[in-house]
Every structure is written in structure tokens, then in C-alpha cells.
């Protein structure tokens, strides 16, 4: 039943516009969120990054990227097809590239 139900919400939540929409597991902007949160600290999951501001910890990206120019990432990125970031502080891996348009200060592969 609980897997029946996470399920139903991953899919909602992908299918949904690509505004700021979210399960956020925490208080303020603080914990696990799951979706396309704009500004979250921890971990942070989502199909398609779009119009992301701040994240400070990991985030996991499925697919690619919408446009995200102010994207400041602060910790570990990971993405399947590739992150997609305004300015990487940390580490970024993904099997299709890692995109930083103003800079990476860290590792990426």
C-alpha cells in the first residue's frame, strides 16, 4: 500500500507543471524534498530542475534541465542525464555532462 502511494505521488508530482511544486518533508526549506522545490537545504529530488534558486546539500536530477541561470548549487549534484546549474560549489557527476553556466568550484564529471 505505502509503495502504491509514493508511487502515485512521484507522478503527480512529474506530471504537474514545472512550477515550484513539492513534497517537502521538513521546516523551513529544511529536510528531504521531492520535486521542484526552489530554495531547499538537504536533500532535494526531482525529475526536471526548472527555475531552481538554492540548494545546499544533494540534490538528484532524473532528467534534463529546464532553464535554471540562477542556480546556485552548494554540495553535491547528481544527475542521470547531467545537472544544469548557474554556479556549482561542490561536486557535480553525471553520464550526459555537468553544465555550470558561471563557474564550478569543486569537481565535476
Known amino acids: 500500500m505505502r509503495k502504491t502511494a509514493t508511487l502515485?505521488?512521484?507522478?503527480l508530482l512529474a506530471s504537474a507543471p514545472?512550477?515550484?511544486?513539492s513534497l517537502d518533508l521538513g521546516?523551513?526549506?529544511?529536510?528531504?524534498s521531492i520535486g521542484n522545490s526552489r530554495?531547499?537545504?538537504g536533500l532535494r529530488i526531482n525529475w526536471r530542475d526548472d527555475g531552481v534558486e538554492l540548494v545546499n546539500g544533494l540534490n538528484?536530477?532524473?532528467w534534463r534541465a529546464g532553464?535554471?541561470?540562477?542556480?546556485?548549487?552548494?554540495?553535491?549534484?547528481?544527475?542521470i542525464v547531467g545537472p544544469d546549474v548557474g554556479v556549482l560549489n561542490g561536486i557535480?557527476?553525471?553520464?550526459?555532462?555537468?553544465?555550470?553556466d558561471d563557474g564550478i568550484n569543486g569537481i565535476a564529471v
Open 18 to 21: 514545472l512550477a515550484a511544486q
Open 60 to 62: 538528484l536530477t532524473i
Open 39 to 41: 530554495v531547499w537545504n
Open 27 to 32: 521546516t523551513g526549506n529544511t529536510g528531504i
Open 67 to 79: 532553464r535554471n541561470p540562477d542556480f546556485m548549487m552548494n554540495g553535491i549534484a547528481l544527475g
Open 8 to 11: 502515485a505521488m512521484l507522478l
Open 92 to 100: 557535480g557527476l553525471g553520464l550526459g555532462g555537468v553544465v555550470a
